[in-house]
């Protein structure tokens, strides 16, 4: 769950995103839900990835909205996004 709603768009931005390197058409998929289903069929690990930077970018947004030092919490937000392009495009590779 997302507690920041001004991240929801980019979230499912972010969705929709793996759906299109994972093979799919984010366009048949209406919801937030459908494009996590499609993800989780294809492979569990990225879906759990997702839902770690998701969780990250909402903790991270509201270090940034109380003018909190940022600390670590920069460095992990972008190894996990990392992570997660990585396991995609080879996931993607691998399909080709």
Not at 38 to 63: G, K, P, R, S, T
Request: charged residues 25%; glycine residues 4%.
């Amino acid at each position: 769950m997302i507690v920041a709603k001004e991240l929801i768009p980019l979230c499912h931005y972010i969705r929709e995103t793996i759906v299109h390197a994972l093979g799919g058409e984010p366009n048949d998929f209406d919801s937030d839900n459908d494009l996590e289903n499609y993800i989780e069929n294809i492979d569990i690990n990225i879906l759990n990835q997702l839902h770690d930077l998701i969780v990250m970018l909402d903790y991270f947004y509201a270090l940034v909205l109380a003018n909190q030092p940022l600390g670590s919490e920069a460095r992990e937000l972008l190894d996990t996004a990392n992570r997660l392009i990585i396991d995609v495009k080879q996931m993607n590779e691998l399909s080709w």
